[in-house]
């Protein structure tokens, strides 16, 4: 695996502690999207960038720096996948749509953008976060199915391994 690190948008902790996780079960490295700066993106091959879902849809505050930061980087030869987190209960109309946002811009940026996940087996009405049928990312719902995360989880990461 290339150079890899993980990056979480978190204001509860259940963004951050699935990235620990991810970032246990890959033997990288976690951090918060404050720390996040072009040395950052520079330095690593691979970003899995994760973010919780708030109000109407929109992202974890600290991320809307870290979206300028990613702007402002050359994202060209970068491997990048999302992670989301969200209430499919409370907000079945912007489930994970947080996503969608930092989706358009390292898809803008050039990034190789892996790790599309199917809708089946989640119960939401709509999201942003669904471009062509598929999550543009791992959707999460641990408040509703946390018994789900975990396997979500690991098969998500041996769809993307092969990439990273």
């Known amino acids: 695996m290339k150079k890899?690190?993980?990056v979480y948008g978190s204001s509860t902790g259940t963004c951050e502690a699935i990235a620990e996780k991810i970032a246990d079960k890959l033997g990288a490295k976690?951090?918060?999207v404050t720390d996040l700066n072009a040395g950052v993106v520079a330095d690593n091959d691979n970003l899995l960038l994760g973010t919780s879902t708030w109000g109407?849809?929109?992202l974890q505050d600290d991320w809307y720096d870290g979206l300028e930061v990613l702007k402002g980087t050359d994202l060209g030869g970068k491997t990048v996948a999302l992670f989301g987190c969200g209430d499919a209960d409370s907000y079945p109309d912007t489930f994970c749509g947080g996503m969608a946002e930092i989706y358009n811009v390292v898809k803008d940026g050039g990034a190789?953008?892996?790790g599309a996940v199917a809708t089946d087996g989640y119960t939401f009405d709509d999201s942003e976060a669904v471009v062509d049928g598929q999550f543009v990312g791992l959707a999460l719902d641990d408040v509703n199915e946390y018994d789900k995360t975990e396997g979500r989880i690991d098969a998500w990461l041996e769809q993307i391994k092969p990439a990273l």
């Open 56 to 58: 109407a849809g929109e």
């Open 4 to 6: 890899t690190i993980i």
């Open 112 to 114: 190789n953008i892996v």
């Open 30 to 32: 976690a951090i918060n």
